[in-house]
């Protein structure tokens, strides 16, 4: 079709300019030192969370010829069944690549991005970077007819990190009397690598550095206690035969093992070169699990706001009792900077989570408190447009802060929370309203089946790209 045959000759053109990004945020070793440094800094969770980690590689990896014969029986509507099912995937990942060569951060959580558990292999993040980002995609969405080509963006560094999701544990968590995945793993998964997070970055990460925290434990975490039932009268949830009401829900010996983290915490630093030398900014990574899906106990709920407190004590003086899988013990230095990253899965004005917990980290004073719920504070058109014309989840409708929520569950999930010495100057989250250049990146009824068609994950991800611009 000519729009793909377009793109294709776009692609070449363009990509003899793929070495750089926007001046503001491109940067080479080697070259001068830039008398001022604008960062952008976000977090995505892509929704990349296939049923295997085989899956997603094959994808990546495909090549753009190939991803362009797909797209072309796409369009022409010619498509056999098992084709659609790989076509509409790479809908999807194109769109994701655009969106983030539209916003361009330098630095980039990705979350739900699958590995092999233990993160070593890296087929899934090089494809990604080279077969999609290294490409130029179309700004008005991968279904569109007319082509308008966005410049490549290139991250010279990336990480991937191992993670407890689908990590089988060896003990029977939810105690239905076998040991099996996924409801038996540390971190919820089919597989070890599911919804696990990576770290794309423009500048060096310090990777002789960075601290991981996949192994620490919950029952470490002063105040925090093994969970017990408190769900007792209910027909569709009974209790398991031999427990109580009241009982604690692990066993002595899981709780004894049972990680903080549903998948990782990671103090991830990144070095940037300014006028005043190399500055450090440790990126506080993690992807806490939902405070949701509880039947007994509410121990989802208890575990996302231990998640969520594990970085307000590592990053305010109180996090003497954290030791990292290294055994060092401590938390972020007083003087130091930093960035907490991630689908936190934490609104601090609704929810079903322990508001308070979210609250306090984000009016704590170790953070940019403007960026958090400050003039600063990301915010998207599409956010109230979803929520006022039902794509959104109703029951959210009446949320305080519409042009905040960052999911298509109509709440504020993804953050971007800066320390107090940095100084934000912009902010903002992707979500094109109907007005707007990119709206089929959110929107496309030809795409998708069931409640979710045409939305969500079909297009790009139920989550939102969140930023921030920090200069330095």
Request: aromatic letters at 10%.
């Given at each position: ?23 503001t945020n491109n940067y080479y ?199 017990t039932i408190i769900n007792c ?7 398991p035969e031999g427990m109580a ?228």
């Open positions: 079709m000519k729009v793909l045959k377009t793109a294709a000759a776009m692609a070449v053109s363009v990509a003899l300019l793929a070495g750089c990004n926007d001046e070793p080697g070259e001068p030192t830039p008398e001022t440094t604008d960062v952008r800094i976000g977090a995505y969770n892509l929704s990349f969370d296939r049923s295997t980690f085989t899956d997603l590689v094959a994808e990546m990896t495909l090549t753009v010829a190939a991803q362009d014969e797909l797209m072309e029986k796409w369009f022409a509507g010619t498509l056999a069944e098992d084709e659609l099912v790989l076509a509409e995937k790479v809908i999807q990942i194109r769109n994701v690549a655009a969106i983030i060569q539209t916003e361009r951060p330098a630095v980039l959580w990705m979350g739900e991005f699958n590995n092999d558990g233990t993160a070593e292999d890296q087929q899934a993040i090089q494809g990604f970077r080279l077969n999609y980002l290294s490409v130029p995609q179309n700004a008005n969405g991968s279904t569109a007819e007319e082509f308008k080509a966005l410049e490549p963006i290139q991250f010279g560094y990336f990480e991937n990190f191992a993670t407890n999701t689908g990590l089988l544990s060896g003990h029977d968590l939810n105690r239905d009397g076998k040991i099996a995945l996924p409801n038996d793993a540390w971190g919820f998964g089919l597989y070890h690598g599911q919804y696990a997070f990576s770290l794309l970055s423009q500048y060096p990460i310090d990777t002789d550095n960075i601290r991981t925290f996949q192994d620490f434990k919950w029952k470490d975490m002063p105040g925090e206690t093994n969970p009268d209910d027909e569709n949830n009974p209790i009401c009241g009982d604690e829900w692990y066993t002595a010996e899981a709780w004894a093992d049972k990680p903080l983290s549903s998948k990782n915490h990671v103090d991830a630093p990144i070095i940037i070169p300014t006028a005043d030398g190399d500055k450090v900014i440790h990126l506080l990574l993690s992807h806490p699990t939902p405070p949701v899906f509880d039947t007994l106990t509410d121990n989802n709920k208890s575990l996302n706001r231990a998640e969520i407190k594990f970085w307000d004590d590592y990053t305010s003086g109180d996090g003497s009792y954290i030791y990292d899988d290294e055994g060092e013990k401590g938390g972020l230095k007083d003087d130091a900077s930093f960035v907490i990253l991630g689908d936190l899965n934490a609104d601090p004005e609704s929810g079903d989570g322990y508001l308070d917990t979210i609250k306090d980290l984000m009016y704590s004073d170790q953070v940019n408190q403007l960026a958090t719920h400050g003039i600063y504070a990301p915010s998207s058109l599409g956010g109230p447009e979803c929520l006022s014309n039902g794509e959104c989840k109703p029951e959210n409708w009446d949320t305080k802060y519409p042009d905040a929520v960052t999911s298509t569950s109509g709440l504020r999930l993804d953050h971007v929370i800066p320390s107090s010495d940095l100084n934000v100057t912009d902010s903002g989250v992707f979500w094109p309203a109907t007005f707007e250049e990119g709206r089929l990146m959110m929107n496309d009824e030809r795409v998708g089946t069931g409640k979710s068609k045409g939305g969500g994950k079909w297009l790009s991800s139920d989550h939102r790209l969140v930023w921030i611009n920090v200069a330095l």
